[in-house]
């Protein structure tokens, strides 16, 4: 018999009551310091453990979920059945209601996001559902977490998204370094297809790059169309898998998805955490789903806390839970003896300094203070940190994966990563400093993705936020320093601590690991048929 928690239910939150241990399934406690991964052990006890710990485990159960019986034992397939009986246009019509957001950055509201795509599904080729489990955000562990923990769930959100939009499909991306969650969800898609789940839709797993931008939307999906992952131009709803626009074969940049006889259909592009929700809230419906979070962010998030706090972690809160508290929660807080000073929501929203950490974690007021809160993993600095180095190394690490089909994203983007750490090697100057507001001010000049602007947005607030750490540099008053490791987490031990992508750090702008940069953009370099085309 299973002992995975039923993923429909909810435990309320109680976040001002503190708990430092957590009470496993045979009573025994296990002290939450020792934990890697921060989650609730099931039971009852457990779940009252877990209510005044301010932990919820609507997605991310507590213990791995072994098998497919063990998951159908917990509940698992309640969604999948509920939204048969539906039929897609309710089902649309329930996600809609729920105001359930996309877990991947951007927060899109899913029910809309279903709506368009089901609107242009083409007569000519059926849709595609694709999951994003690219994870490259710095800071950011959450979907190779859900899926080692419990891969049916994000199939069975899958396969609803399917129903809903028409898909004979679903593929789940993942990078080719993620090989546990390869594994966990291979096995899992192998049950699932010996139950019969997967008769009516075809599910598999396709690997892609290391590449930041292999996250992107529109990178993923010319990646599955077998080309490196550069972004295509917005708007939104392009061709998808498989695009049959009007010149295939080249990237599918421009054309729009069109509805009808002979037109491709955009493929639906769900993030893992996104999907994950979907089961429960077909199982319960849209008011129980929005009995957590807020009117906006209904719901539960999966955080996780790095950085300069006593643990690193991942953990379901629900959304509306002061930042502070994630981090006391989840972090276990600041380094005895040190004073947290700001956090950074990954490397896609301005830093938010400590005074501002009562903000709740919501989308609204994340926006509402200047700041986002992206896909919720956020990196933690303390009175310790150099923020002139953390500028310099979230600088560097997005300028060179900037694939450089937009000259000022590259270009302007490694500039202002060469002057921030010349100046937090102390050979900077005030032109220097002034050079990166000018650079900031024009780096995302006609983007085409989000990643320039995330450029702008980071060291902008930096420069903003702490001018002290530019000008301690500037007078020698400050320790030299190297740009600050903002790298994607490999692997979180079981200790608690974050193990860094420290190959990343050998990663040219060119996207090779050679000796030297030849100075020639990605975009440039691997271009289909290009001379280095070494793009896996
Ligand atoms: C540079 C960059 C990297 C991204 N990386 C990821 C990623 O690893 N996983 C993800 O789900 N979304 C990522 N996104 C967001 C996706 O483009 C897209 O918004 C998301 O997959 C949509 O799913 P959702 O609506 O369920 O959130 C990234 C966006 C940008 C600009
Ligand atoms: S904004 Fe930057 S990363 Fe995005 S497509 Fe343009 S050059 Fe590439």
Redesign the pocket.
């Known amino acids: 018999m299973s002992s995975a928690i039923d993923p429909r239910t909810a435990v309320p939150s109680l976040p001002q009551v503190r708990k430092r241990s957590l009470i496993n399934g045979d009573g025994t406690r296990t002290s939450i310091d020792a934990l890697w991964c921060v989650v609730v052990l099931a039971g009852p006890e457990a779940r009252v453990e877990a209510m005044l710990m301010g932990l919820v485990t609507r997605v991310l159960s507590s213990e791995p979920v072994a098998s497919l019986d063990d998951y159908v034992d917990a509940g698992g397939g309640g969604g999948l059945a509920a939204a048969r009986k539906l039929g897609p246009r309710a089902v649309i019509d329930e996600v809609e209601a729920s105001g359930l957001?996309?877990?991947?950055?951007?927060?899109?509201p899913?029910g809309t996001?279903w709506r368009t795509v089901a609107g242009l599904a083409s007569a000519a080729l059926p849709s595609t559902v694709v999951v994003?489990?690219?994870?490259?955000?710095p800071g950011?562990f959450k979907?190779r977490t859900l899926l080692r923990a419990n891969p049916f769930l994000v199939v069975e959100g899958a396969l609803i998204a399917a129903l809903a939009v028409g898909a004979d499909r679903a593929v789940v991306a993942l990078k080719e370094s993620f090989t546990r969650e390869r594994a966990r969800l291979e096995t899992a898609i192998a049950e699932l297809q010996a139950a019969g789940w997967l008769d009516e839709v075809a599910v598999g797993v396709a690997l892609g790059p290391g590449e930041?931008?292999?996250?992107?939307?529109?990178?993923?999906l010319e990646v599955l169309d077998g080309r490196p992952p550069f972004?295509r131009i917005s708007p939104p709803y392009r061709y998808g898998v498989d695009e049959t626009g009007f010149d295939p074969g080249e990237p599918a940049g421009t054309e729009m998805a069109q509805p009808g006889p002979g037109g491709a259909p955009p493929a639906l592009?769900?993030?893992?955490?996104?999907?994950a929700n979907l089961p429960g809230l077909l199982a319960e419906g849209a008011d129980w789903f929005r009995a957590l979070g807020t009117a906006e962010s209904p719901g539960t998030v999966v955080c996780t806390i790095t950085g300069a706090t006593r643990r690193h972690g991942v953990a379901e809160i629900e959304l509306g839970t002061p930042l502070g508290e994630a981090i006391q929660l989840i972090g276990l807080g600041p380094r005895p003896g040190h004073r947290l000073v700001a956090a950074m929501s990954g490397v896609?929203n301005p830093v938010v300094p400590a005074e501002q950490f009562d903000t709740p974690v919501t989308y609204e007021d994340m926006l509402a203070i200047g700041s986002g809160l992206g896909?919720a993993g956020f990196i933690v600095f303390d009175d310790e940190t150099d923020l002139a180095a953390v500028a310099a190394g979230a600088s560097r690490f997005l300028a060179v994966?900037s694939c450089g089909q937009c000259t000022p994203c590259k270009q302007d983007g490694l500039a202002i990563a060469e002057m921030l750490t010349r100046i937090c090697a102390g050979e900077g100057s005030d032109y220097d400093l002034s050079g990166v507001t000018d650079r900031v001010s024009t780096v995302a000049t006609g983007a085409r993705?989000?990643?320039a602007h995330?450029q702008q947005r980071v060291v902008d607030s930096v420069l903003r936020l702490f001018p002290e750490a530019f000008d301690r540099h500037l007078a020698a008053s400050q320790p030299t320093a190297q740009p600050e490791a903002i790298l994607p987490i490999a692997d979180l031990s079981a200790g608690g601590r974050a193990e860094l992508d420290l190959a990343q750090q050998d990663k040219q702008p060119d996207w090779s690991y050679d000796d030297t940069d030849s100075g020639a953009a990605p975009a440039d370099r691997l271009a289909e048929g290009g001379p280095d085309d070494d793009t896996p």
């Open positions: 957001r996309g877990r991947g950055g951007a927060g899109f899913t996001k994003n489990g690219a994870e490259g955000e950011t979907d930041y931008l292999f996250g992107e939307e529109t990178g993923l972004p592009v769900n993030n893992v955490e996104t999907l896609a896909a994966e993705c989000f990643l995330q």
